[in-house]
């Protein structure tokens, strides 16, 4: 069943990169009482998620603050150490985006939004879509098909839709 506006995001235990190296990160925790935005996408360092997916989240993420979203996650199904190097090759780290690992797909699962491409080496990623959630409500999804440019779950969009 694919998420829709108006379910509670599930439980899921997300990795990230920190100062010991992989740390498990409690999606539930992250949501409690704070207003976010999760970007999804198929991989890290491919093309559309590397040259606008990523990039349109960073030229609105002081908007989106000045709106109330206390953190922007980008999460793909891959591992800490990948997105680490993604978040801080693209600048994105620095400019405030958290990245999130879903190394086993528990998340992109549980909400309905895996697909595989075998012969791309895709096997559970995540489907490209944006959500805004309020304390781990959903309140805005914006996902289904668009081009390379991202227009439906990328950040522009999401910043009107808030």
Request: aromatic letters at 6%.
């Amino acid at each position: 069943m694919t998420i829709s506006v108006g379910d509670r995001l599930p439980e899921a235990s997300l990795l990230q990169m920190g100062a010991n190296g992989a740390e498990a990160v409690s999606l539930g925790e992250k949501l409690k009482g704070r207003k976010v935005v999760i970007f999804g996408l198929p991989g890290a360092f491919t093309g559309t998620c590397t040259t606008a997916h990523v990039p349109s989240f960073m030229r609105v993420r002081g908007k989106l603050a000045d709106k109330g979203v206390d953190e922007v996650i980008c999460l793909s199904v891959n591992d800490p150490f990948v997105m680490k190097a993604w978040g801080e090759s693209t600048g994105a780290a620095a400019a405030g985006i958290t990245f999130l690992g879903d190394a086993s797909s528990e998340f992109t699962k549980a909400i309905g939004m895996e697909f595989s491409v075998p012969h791309l080496g895709f096997a559970d990623r995540s489907k490209r879509y944006a959500l805004y959630a309020e304390d781990g409500v959903v309140k805005v999804l914006n996902m289904g098909q668009e081009s390379s440019a991202c227009e439906i779950s990328g950040g522009e969009a999401m910043l009107e839709a808030i």
